[in-house]
């Protein structure tokens, strides 16, 4: 939803999920040619379903550089690592095809569950710089979307657009005065929504186990020490200031309670457990119905 009828839509598809964007005025060619190309460079660069992309690399272990958003990012998974005693991992990616969850998308599970390679065993995130000693299969995907948003926002912002509305794929960042009211939808009921949010000038994030489900109790969402799906929690929703905060954060509700979080981060949530129980921050721009 536009937060104003007048702004003028961009959608594409991208990383495997639509994209749109909203800003008052038309996109220039320039701005389009900006923000398609910082989305292609980021695929090429994080994507573990791209054998030419450059984490691909590590599946033989080794080095690799990454672009500046490299450092941010490790330094989020390694903070999420340590709160989440290792179950949020960017390890995760062996465990995941082990699942089904591969590069070829053939969710047929090659065996049980497996736990993800720690962290400190032969593998180093430094800066953005990247060090194994080990084959590992990296997967970013429970904070790069986000980040990604947010690299498009400053490449909107810095060509003209300061007001914008991203979403990629229900992950969504406004930057605005202007507030826009966001339903949240039923995790079992895609049509029906169980609450809606006023989005400000914030990111808002969600993550939920029915969306890439492909097998009775298998979906995206693991626990990283044990290589099994989460299934006490079926969807979280995470406002904060930027996107890969929100977006990881949402994840990291799957595994850890939002107290455990809340010392160390500034956000809002909605938490919806797998008896249909529903948590949410006091302060939270919103309602649940």
Same mark, same amino acid.
């Given at each position: 939803?536009?937060?104003?009828?007048?702004?003028?839509?961009?959608?594409?598809?991208?990383?495997?999920?639509?994209?749109?964007?909203?800003?008052?005025?038309?996109?220039?060619?320039?701005?389009?040619?900006?923000?398609?190309?910082?989305?292609?460079?980021?695929?090429?660069?994080?994507?573990?379903?791209?054998?030419?992309?450059?984490?691909?690399?590590?599946?033989?272990?080794?080095?690799?550089?990454?672009?500046?958003?490299?450092?941010?990012?490790?330094?989020?998974?390694?903070?999420?690592?340590?709160?989440?005693?290792?179950?949020?991992?960017?390890?995760?990616?062996?465990?995941?095809?082990?699942?089904?969850?591969?590069?070829?998308?053939?969710?047929?599970? =090659?065996?049980?569950?497996?736990?993800?390679?720690?962290?400190?065993?032969?593998?180093?995130?430094?800066?953005?710089?990247?060090?194994?000693?080990?084959?590992?299969?990296?997967?970013?995907?429970?904070?790069?979307?986000?980040?990604?948003?947010?690299?498009?926002?400053?490449?909107?912002?810095?060509?003209?657009?300061?007001?914008?509305?991203?979403?990629?794929?229900?992950?969504?960042?406004?930057?605005?005065?202007?507030?826009?009211?966001?339903?949240?939808?039923?995790?079992?009921?895609?049509?029906?929504?169980?609450?809606?949010?006023?989005?400000?000038?914030?990111?808002? =994030?969600?993550?939920?186990?029915?969306?890439?489900?492909?097998?009775?109790?298998?979906?995206?969402?693991?626990?990283?020490?044990?290589?099994? =799906?989460?299934?006490t929690v079926v969807a979280t929703w995470v406002?904060?200031?930027?996107?890969?905060?929100?977006?990881?954060?949402?994840?990291?509700?799957?595994?850890?309670?939002?107290?455990?979080?809340?010392?160390?981060?500034?956000?809002?949530?909605?938490?919806?457990?797998?008896?249909?129980?529903?948590?949410?921050?006091?302060?939270?721009?919103?309602?649940?119905?």
């Amino acid at each position: 939803m536009s937060p104003a009828g007048q702004w003028q839509r961009f959608s594409f598809d991208a990383i495997g999920t639509a994209w749109h964007i909203d800003t008052p005025a038309e996109l220039s060619a320039d701005a389009l040619a900006v923000i398609v190309l910082a989305v292609e460079q980021y695929d090429a660069v994080y994507s573990r379903f791209r054998p030419d992309s450059l984490v691909a690399a590590l599946a033989g272990g080794g080095s690799i550089t990454l672009p500046p958003s490299g450092e941010a990012l490790g330094d989020l998974y390694r903070m999420l690592y340590r709160l989440t005693n290792g179950a949020m991992s960017p390890l995760v990616g062996r465990s995941l095809e082990q699942l089904g969850y591969d590069a070829g998308y053939s969710f047929v599970p =090659c065996g049980g569950p497996v736990p993800a390679a720690v962290w400190d065993e032969q593998f180093e995130w430094s800066g953005s710089t990247i060090r194994s000693e080990r084959p590992v299969t990296l997967d970013v995907g429970a904070a790069g979307k986000g980040q990604l948003v947010d690299l498009v926002s400053r490449a909107l912002h810095d060509a003209g657009y300061p007001e914008h509305t991203i979403d990629a794929g229900g992950d969504m960042l406004h930057r605005g005065p202007t507030p826009l009211r966001v339903a949240l939808e039923h995790p079992y009921t895609a049509d029906s929504a169980i609450g809606v949010v006023d989005l400000q000038d914030r990111a808002l =994030c969600a993550s939920a186990s029915n969306r890439r489900r492909w097998a009775d109790g298998l979906h995206h969402v693991l626990d990283a020490t044990t290589g099994q =799906c989460v299934d006490t929690v079926v969807a979280t929703w995470v406002l904060a200031g930027d996107a890969m905060i929100a977006d990881a954060l949402a994840t990291a509700l799957f595994l850890v309670p939002p107290e455990v979080l809340l010392a160390e981060f500034d956000f809002d949530y909605v938490l919806i457990s797998s008896e249909g129980r529903a948590q949410y921050s006091l302060s939270l721009a919103g309602a649940l119905f």
